[in-house]
């Protein structure tokens, strides 16, 4: 026969109820409290004497014995750092026999105020033992997350930071889950242990989200914020720099050509890419008028096979001067012609000339007439190579054919 079942259109949940209940247990929590920490001056001396008196043989039935507010007494009190090993192991036994969900969110809620007290972290594992954190988590990732935590040597915070950097939730939806409260010792230990730990991994970087990063690295004073950043810039080439964290970095440290001592933890290795990000993003930030970002897109190939050593930007007339080893090119910003130059006869002609006051006073003109020279030589020195125009769609095969020449110095 079979079974006559209801289906309802509808379903209620209650929100208000929940709300309701929520208020009135955080009242009765503070009324606990309250009346603990009232108790505690004439309660808690008694009680610890007696404590380090019983034997662990005893210990159980003394804790039966005790009343609910001489337990929320040792609960507020904890973790007694002034006691005894064996008095503080038997005050973990204690709470633990006499176990309550208020007792584990108590509990939990110190632990992110002293999360490195051993004594704070074996009481967590008695709990665990007893109620598998259910106080705290229902979600089967979450329990593993705890218990694998628990179970490391290295302590809580440890393992705490392995799994966050592991599993594939973002980090804020994990410390969510495991309500860590915001800006909690905990919470600043385990958000500062999984960027040291994830910053140097682009999935890490993917997962939390570049400004989910920017965010917490704008929180830490410079000598923190030097060390993470330096993970983070350690494990990539410039290519790979996200622009986000590179302005920020720009913007807490300044430029490293003005301000190197500002940068002054960083390696060789890692300014040297910083370095070609900066040139890069000079380059990009010169070529973004034209359409179709070709220039652009030619020269960026040079400075990532490590051929182009420096790039200045002048404004008026606005001019980039693209420095390779044994000669300089001179691109405008209207897309015209490109001049080549010998280095040493454009350093000490050309560039001296463009920063004197005269150049920047000057018409028009004449400022064009010097960056625009053709004479092989002046003044004793190799200037003037070529000039190449950017028209039609093989120019960049033929740039190539005079760059090979150039590049070998062959001029």
């Known amino acids: 026969m079979m079974e006559n079942k209801t289906y309802y259109h509808y379903t209620f949940e209650p929100l208000k109820l929940k709300e309701q209940r929520v ?25 610890l004497e007696l404590i380090r008196q019983v034997s662990f043989d005893e210990l159980e039935t003394f804790a039966q014995q005790l009343k609910r507010m001489e337990v929320f007494v040792l609960l507020y009190d904890y973790p007694f750092k002034d006691e005894s090993h064996e008095t503080r192991r038997k005050i973990n036994l204690i709470l633990t026999y006499r176990y309550s969900v208020q007792v584990g969110k108590i509990a939990w809620g110190l632990f992110q105020q002293d999360p490195h007290d051993v004594f704070l972290q074996d009481f967590l594992r008695l709990i665990y033992n007893t109620d598998q954190f259910e106080f705290l988590v229902s979600e089967e990732k979450s329990n593993d997350t705890i218990r694998t935590a628990l179970l490391e040597r290295a302590g809580i915070v440890a393992g705490l930071i392995t799994s966050l950097l592991t599993s594939t939730q973002p980090t804020q939806s994990q410390l969510g889950n495991l309500k860590v409260q915001q800006d909690s010792l905990l919470e600043k230990e385990l958000l500062k242990g999984v960027l040291l730990g994830g910053l140097a991994q682009q999935s890490y970087v993917q997962r939390d989200g570049v400004d989910f990063i920017v965010g917490r690295l704008e929180r830490y004073e410079m ?84 051929y182009i050593l420096d790039v200045d930007v002048i404004k008026n007339p606005k001019a980039a001067f693209i420095y390779f080893e044994r000669f300089v090119v001179v691109e405008f910003g209207i897309i ?23 150049f920047r006073d000057g018409s028009k003109s004449k400022r064009e007439e010097i960056l625009k020279r053709k004479n092989p030589f002046e003044q004793g020195l190799p200037l003037f190579i070529d000039r190449h125009g950017h028209h039609g769609f093989s120019w960049p095969q033929k740039f190539t054919m005079h760059m090979r020449n150039y590049l070998d110095g062959r001029f």
């Open 336 to 358: 015209g012609a490109a001049y080549f130059y010998h280095r040493v006869g454009f350093e000490r002609i050309i560039k001296l000339e463009s920063s004197l006051p005269e």
């Open 223 to 306: 000598d923190e914020y030097k060390t993470l950043i330096s993970v983070y810039l350690e494990s990539r080439s410039f290519k790979e720099f996200d622009y986000a964290l590179m302005t920020q970095a720009i913007k807490r440290l300044e430029n490293p050509l003005e301000r190197p001592m500002h940068w002054d933890v960083m390696s060789p290795s890692i300014m040297e890419q910083v370095h070609k990000w900066l040139l890069h993003n000079k380059m990009k930030q010169f070529f973004e008028q034209d359409e179709d970002n070709a220039r652009f897109d030619y020269w960026k190939n040079y400075l990532n096979q490590d």
């Open 23 to 47: 208020k009135v247990e955080k009242v009765f929590k503070d009324a606990d409290q309250a009346l603990a920490k009232q108790l505690s001056r004439n309660k808690l001396p008694k009680l």
